[in-house]
Structures are given as C-alpha cells and as structure tokens.
C-alpha cells in the first residue's frame, strides 16, 4: 500500500514530460514573426503548408469566477484561403448556443459560441470585425458561461495593424 502514492507521483511527472514535449515539438514547428505592441504575429507549417496567425491576450478579465483557462483573440489566415478568420478562446464553455458580444468603438458583433470558442458567423463578418479592429483602439468582449457567469474581457489593439500586415505579407 506504501507504493500507490509513489505510483501516483510517476505517473504525473510522466504526464507532465509528455505535455512538456508536445508543447516543445509544436513550438520547433512554429516561427515568430514578430511582436507589435500588444500583438504578436506567428507562422506555422500544417501538412507542409505555411500558415499564419497573430493572438492577443486581453488586458483585463472581468468576472464572478474562480478558475479560467487561457484566454486569447486570434486572427488566423490558412494557406490557400483568401480571407482570416477571427476566434475567441474564452477559457471556459460557454453557455449552450449563447453569443458573444464584441465591441469596438461605436460597433458590436455578434458572434456564435461552440464549447469555449467563438466565431463570426460568415467571412462577411470576420472581414467586418478585422476592418473595425484595424480602426479601433479597444475591444470589450463579453460572453457568459455554461454556469451563468457572465465575463468581460479588454483587448488592446495597439499594434493590431502592423502585426495584421505582417500575417498578410507571411502568409498571402
């Protein structure tokens, strides 16, 4: 009986290596193409394809809860494609066919949630939702969770452009 927390203890350190080397593999995989104030714009190879992305993590979380997972904005172009898609990873699953809202100045989206990501609807407002963050200097996105907990997430789009600019000229 003595064994069984030793056993328990090998067990996690060999999942923790294992993580730990998918995530090194993936990160050999990825090349950084640079960080634009609050942006940071990133190539990878899918199926011996480039394909580009830049991310952002808000600048401030708001919400009643106690635990949440990474959270980040994420405008993706793959090879091949003519137009970027935008998604949200919100670090929790939201609410069963709930929306998010975005806004960015004056605008406000709607945007459809699937587990703890979310979407424009269609290319018409991915291409929309891109035009107004090029423009904008905040974006406010609130979502709810499969709990009821609703959040509100600040992002900078300082350097938004620039890195924008860079995934078109990396990946076009």
Same mark, same amino acid.
């Given at each position: 009986m003595n064994q069984h927390p030793? $056993? +328990? #203890?090998?067990?996690?350190? @060999?999942l923790i290596t294992l993580s730990t080397a998918c995530? +090194? @593999?993936?990160?050999?995989?990825?090349?950084?193409? /640079? *960080? $634009?104030?609050?942006?940071t714009a990133v190539s990878f190879i899918e199926d011996g394809r480039?394909?580009?992305y830049i991310v952002s993590q808000p600048k401030k979380e708001e919400g009643?809860?106690?635990? %949440? /997972?990474? +959270?980040y904005v994420q405008v993706t172009r793959r090879h091949g494609d003519t137009t970027e898609v935008v998604?949200?990873? @919100? /670090?929790? %699953? $939201?609410? *069963?066919e709930s929306?998010?809202? +975005?806004?960015i100045e004056g605008d406000s989206y709607k945007l459809f949630t699937d587990s703890e990501m979310a979407w424009a609807w269609d290319e018409d407002g991915d291409?929309? #939702?891109i035009a107004s963050m090029r423009q904008g200097k905040k974006m406010v996105v609130v979502g709810t969770s499969?709990? /009821?907990t609703e959040t509100t997430d600040t992002y900078s789009l300082f350097g938004f452009t620039r890195a924008y600019k860079k995934l078109l000229d990396a990946c076009s």
């Open positions: 030793n $056993f +328990v #203890l090998v067990i996690i350190v @060999a995530i +090194v @593999a993936r990160a050999e995989q990825d090349e950084w193409l /640079g *960080e $634009f104030q609050d942006w480039r394909n580009c009643n809860y106690t635990q %949440r /997972g990474p +959270v998604s949200f990873q @919100a /670090g929790y %699953r $939201f609410k *069963e929306e998010i809202n +975005v806004r291409k929309k #939702l499969w709990r /009821g």
